[in-house]
C-alpha cells in the first residue's frame, strides 16, 4: 500500500516535499507513478508522473517549473518537491501506482492515503 507524506500548511512562496513510499520488496521499480490532488469542491486532477526509471516525467501546466517529481528505487520512494506554492495548489495529494506514466487516472489502479498541503496567501 503506498503511503503519503510531507503534507503541511505553508505560507505563499514556499516550498514543501511530499513522498511517497511503497511496500518493501523489488517490483517498485517496475511501476510508474504519479501524484494527483483534489482541491475542496473540486474533482481531481493531475499533477506529475514519471516513469519506471525515472528518465521520463510530465507535469500538468500549471506546476511546471515550480514543482519536480522524482523517485528512488533503492528505496520504494516517490517524491515531489514544490517550490513557489500557491493559495490555488490547496489540496489533499495522493500518490499512484501504474504501467503507463501518463495523466489519465484510470491506468493507475494502486493508490495511496493523501497528505493535506494547504497554502496560506
Known amino acids: 500500500q503506498l503511503q503519503a507524506s510531507g503534507g503541511g500548511l505553508v505560507q505563499a512562496g514556499g516550498s514543501l516535499t511530499l513522498s511517497c513510499a511503497a511496500p518493501s520488496g523489488r517490483t517498485f521499480g517496475s511501476y510508474a507513478m504519479a501524484w494527483f490532488r483534489q482541491a475542496p469542491g473540486k474533482e481531481r486532477e493531475f499533477v506529475a508522473a514519471i516513469s519506471q526509471s525515472g528518465g521520463i516525467t510530465y507535469y500538468t501546466d500549471s506546476v511546471k517549473g515550480r514543482f519536480t517529481i522524482s523517485r528512488d528505487n533503492a528505496n520504494n520512494t516517490m517524491y515531489l518537491q514544490m517550490n513557489k506554492l500557491q493559495p490555488e495548489d490547496t489540496a489533499v495529494y495522493c500518490c499512484?501506482?501504474?504501467?503507463?506514466?501518463?495523466?489519465?487516472?484510470?491506468?493507475?489502479?494502486?493508490w495511496g492515503q493523501g497528505t493535506l498541503v494547504t497554502v496560506s496567501s
Open positions: 499512484a501506482a501504474g504501467t503507463f506514466a501518463t495523466p489519465i487516472t484510470r491506468r493507475y489502479p494502486y
